[in-house]
């Protein structure tokens, strides 16, 4: 018996989700509805709302890596690049949306010597198309590329470069002048969000509860992906791709699947931070960037859905208040996190609280 | 059928031109010394590994070394592995449940999860992970992974491997259950008791070349086959 724990608890299948009730992600989503609500009675500091908005979109995209790295076994270290396509989307449409009813063109595009927007961002003023747009591309660009590599079983490590390169190469592209979309300078300057003016209390009120909102959805959701049928496939072909296609499953269909619905999920992060901080330029698709996702994934606990979000909520929490009172500490901060976690509790801060699930691991090895 | 084939990794042949039928109805084992080419050829059928030359013909029809694993799968073979290979995350009940394969309809799953229990006999277990499972366990689970699609061709490598006396005797008399008119099993194993238990034929693979092929009591008193295991 304490043999077969031993081996329960050493086994290299990782934190794995089990049973339906999972109170963590529960308690979140909980959480994140409540907090909603009493945005919408209460009215604390717009600068406390707006913080909490933009946690609420990290822990999105946290999410969103999570489901392909902690279920899948795919670590992706270009999550950046959804998160700025469905950001970039989201300028795009604040301009069109502003040019249509002021009629002022955006400075960069006064600054190009432009009469009007470039011709592709025709409709984007409509919001819902801007959706889609967003939606689409995120989930088109995973699509080619995952193809690419899940067809050539470009896998592990191999997979994590690729994916930084090109997050890379996205960013080269988006510091030209000439793509029409703010160059080195990016975009900003949004004045209106469906016809309120930015920043006024409402606005950021209402920026944050959609972010909330959007969170609790994305957990509740992927949630119920984990502990369905395709989440068991999923689980199987994170610890032995192998076995499960010589079972008859073709692992490329279903890793491509979940690889796009993840990039539209951190394209949903994107579209919800971008008018919570009023600019997006290329800096969002720095490689640097895209590992830290992984470090708030990796310090929260991996593989664990809630795990992600108080790692991505913890990590830039931290940052908010310390690249405040002493931003030249704060990459020695993250350093000494990461260190502090890898060596301490290699399943991530989840490993202080009991909620891990090892408690039903005990329970299934007797 | 298996014909031809060969196998190279760098300029060092695996399998150099291994020819073998199995016939529906025959259990066939494969024996020969470490690295032998064994598990290659498993992996060759398997589509794992592709040849260099040769072919695997399924029927008459197929030749499984121009289609993915899944694809060789789905045509109705299954490979259980060397290294017993479950889904450690997973309880008993939803390895099994993926053993089934994707083409098994819902509503038939529990009927053939239950009967395969029956047969591996796990049934106590089955809310268990099996990464939590004992070294024999895992072997059976993964025998029953294997079986829960039914499959036409069944691939076996070393499944008494680590296994004590009585458990590989309850093996053999499984597999011997196993054997039916319209299934052929492959089985490589170490264990000379447990071959002449359960094996129609024997192949021995030595270098990856066929060394003898016949009944078990022929490979016993064959000079060449003699002469490769006491050389060992
Ligand atoms: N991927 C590979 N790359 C290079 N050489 C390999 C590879 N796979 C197998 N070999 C070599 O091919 C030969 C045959 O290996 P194989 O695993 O088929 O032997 P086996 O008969 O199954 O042996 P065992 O009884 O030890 O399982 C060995 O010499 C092995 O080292
Ligand atoms: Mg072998």
Redesign the interface.
């Given at each position: 018996m304490s043999g077969a724990v031993q081996t329960a608890l050493a086994s290299p299948a990782g934190p794995a989700r089990r049973a339906v009730r999972d109170p963590l992600v529960a308690g979140l989503v909980g959480l994140c509805l409540a907090a909603a609500a009493v945005l919408l009675v209460a009215s604390p500091a717009p600068y406390l709302v707006n913080a909490l908005g933009q946690l609420a979109a990290f822990a999105i995209l946290a999410v969103s890596l999570d489901l392909v790295w902690g279920y899948l076994g795919i670590l992706s270290l270009g999550h950046g690049l959804f998160f700025a396509i469905g950001g970039y989307v989201c300028a795009m449409h604040l301009l069109a949306h502003g040019v249509a009813t002021t009629g002022v063109l955006p400075d960069f595009v006064q600054f190009m010597g432009w009469k009007s927007l470039p011709a592709y961002w025709v409709g984007l003023d409509h919001a819902a198309y801007a959706l889609v747009l967003a939606l689409a591309l995120a989930g088109l660009v995973a699509f080619v590329f995952g193809l690419a590599s899940f067809r050539s079983r470009v896998n592990g490590v191999y997979f994590s470069i690729i994916s930084q390169a090109l997050v890379y190469v996205a960013m080269l592209l988006m510091y030209r002048n000439d793509t029409g979309l703010g160059g080195n300078n990016g975009m900003t300057g949004f004045p209106l969000l469906f016809g309120w003016p930015m920043g006024s209390p409402g606005v950021v009120t209402g920026l944050t509860v959609a972010a909330l909102l959007t969170l609790a959805a994305v957990l509740a959701g992927t949630r119920l992906l984990i502990g369905s049928a395709a989440g068991r496939r999923m689980l199987a072909c994170r610890d032995d791709e192998t076995r499960l296609r010589t079972l008859g499953y073709s692992t490329t269909r279903l890793k491509l699947g979940i690889w796009c619905l993840s990039a539209m999920i951190a394209a949903l992060a994107g579209i919800l931070y971008v008018p919570q901080v009023g600019i997006i330029n290329p800096r969002v698709l720095a490689p640097d960037l895209s590992i830290e996702i992984a470090v708030w994934v990796a310090i929260g606990g991996l593989g664990r859905l809630g795990g992600a979000v108080i790692g991505a909520i913890l990590v830039n929490g931290l940052k908010f208040w310390l690249s405040a009172a002493m931003p030249e500490a704060w990459p020695f901060i993250l350093s000494g996190l990461v260190l502090f976690v890898v060596l301490v509790l290699p399943n991530g801060l989840l490993d202080l609280v009991a909620l891990r699930p090892r408690s039903t691991w005990l329970r299934g090895a007797r | 059928m298996v014909d031809a084939l060969t196998v190279a990794f760098g300029r060092f042949k695996a399998l150099d031109s291994v020819s073998l039928a199995v016939d529906s109805g025959e259990v066939r084992a494969v024996i020969g010394p470490n690295g032998a080419g064994k598990t290659t050829l498993l992996d060759v059928i398997?589509?794992?590994t592709k040849p260099v030359s040769g072919r695997v013909m399924l029927g008459d029809r197929i030749d499984l070394t121009q289609r993915?694993?899944?694809e060789?799968?789905?045509a109705g073979v299954?490979?259980k592995?060397q290294k017993p290979?479950?889904?450690?995350?997973?309880?008993v009940r939803?390895n099994l449940?993926?053993?089934c394969?994707?083409?098994l309809p819902?509503r038939a799953r529990p009927a053939r999860i239950a009967s395969v229990l029956g047969e591996i006999g796990l049934g106590p277990r089955t809310?268990?992970?099996a990464?939590?499972?004992?070294h024999g366990e895992k072997q059976w689970l993964e025998i029953g992974?294997?079986l829960a699609?039914e499959p036409a061709l069944l691939l076996l490598d070393e499944p008494v491997a680590g296994l004590s006396d009585s458990e590989t005797a309850h093996t053999a008399a499984l597999i011997r259950a196993l054997r039916r008119p319209d299934r052929a099993i492959l089985v490589i194993e170490h264990d000379m008791g447990f071959v002449e238990a359960i094996a129609d034929r024997v192949t021995v693979l030595h270098e990856g070349r066929t060394l003898y092929e016949g009944s078990m009591a022929g490979a016993r008193g064959d000079a060449r086959v003699i002469e490769v295991f006491l050389g060992r």
């Open positions: - | 398997s589509g794992i993915s694993e899944a060789i799968a789905r299954r490979r592995f290979s479950v889904f450690p995350a997973l309880t939803e449940e993926i053993g394969g994707p083409a819902a809310e268990v992970l990464g939590s499972l004992a992974m294997v699609a």
